[in-house]
T-cell receptor, first 115, second 113 residues
Framework: AQSVTQLDSQVPVFEEAPVELRCNYSSSVSVYLFWYVQYPNQGLQLLLK??????LVESINGFEAEFNKSQTSFHLRKPSVHISDTAEYFCAVSYIGGGSEKLVFGKGTKLTVNP | DADVTQTPRNRITKTGKRIMLECSQTKGHDRMYWYRQDPGLGLRLIYYSFDVKDINKGEISDGYSVSRQAQAKFSLSLESAIPNQTALYFC????????????FGEGSRLTVL
């Protein structure tokens, strides 16, 4: 079965510290990869995505994620976090060819940035 | 105005009542989805639709039904609500290019007493 694993349910960090949110997926086929962010009391917003090309993708607010096909991972990183990055982050995978219309989500990682 | 609008945003109801959550979109997308979010469980797909005549079950469709009234409207019904259907429900639409990228509404919080 297709699955997405986010290894950490909660990640507390201090402001200006680096952070990595881990995501692994099961797959024997090609995939599209996404990170979504959910700020408190809001819906999900797309943070960044990998469709093809460069395996390193970036968001406008300083996050980046790297597609690693051999390790079936798509970890999210930021070198220096802000209080405003406090949110829940969801990794999601779309399997290409037969099912690409559906996203499979991980269970989420709550990032808390403390002053 | 939001591209994907859900109503109601909050609803409290009692066990056994019929509930309808509505979703409308102005993005012109054909694909629409209903997800359920529970703490620690992420998002789980309830139903999805690729056009007005196409309805598909997701991983947790039992106890739910849907109606695609028009390209822009996709409603979710709980025929007889039960407490374990208490959750945050999200409607989403799929972009023109079929990559799986979704655009979400703000969510409908349902509490079943």
């Amino acid at each position: 079965a297709q699955s997405v694993t986010q290894l950490d349910s909660q990640v507390p960090v201090f402001e200006e510290a680096p952070v990595e949110l881990r995501c692994n997926y099961s797959s024997s086929v090609s995939v599209y990869l996404f990170w979504y962010v959910q700020y408190p009391n809001q819906g999900l917003q797309l943070l960044l995505k990998y469709l093809s090309g460069s395996t390193l993708v970036e968001s406008i607010n300083g996050f980046e994620a790297e597609f690693n096909k051999s390790q079936t991972s798509f970890h999210l990183r930021k070198p220096s976090v802000h209080i405003s990055d406090t949110a829940e982050y969801f990794c999601a995978v779309s399997y290409i060819g037969g099912g690409s219309e559906k996203l499979v989500f991980g269970k989420g990682t709550k990032l808390t940035v403390n002053p | 105005d939001a591209d994907v609008t859900q109503t109601p945003r909050n609803r409290i109801t009692k066990t056994g009542k019929r509930i309808m959550l509505e979703c409308s979109q102005t993005k012109g997308h054909d694909r629409m989805y209903w997800y359920r979010q529970d703490p620690g469980l992420g998002l789980r797909l309830i139903y999805y639709s690729f056009d007005v005549k196409d309805i598909n079950k997701g991983e947790i469709s039992d106890g739910y039904s849907v109606s695609r009234q028009a390209q822009a409207k996709f409603s979710l019904s709980l025929e007889s609500a039960i407490p374990n259907q208490t959750a945050l429900y999200f409607c989403a639409t799929g972009g023109v290019v079929n990559t799986g990228e979704l655009f979400f509404g703000e969510g409908s919080r349902l509490t079943v007493l």
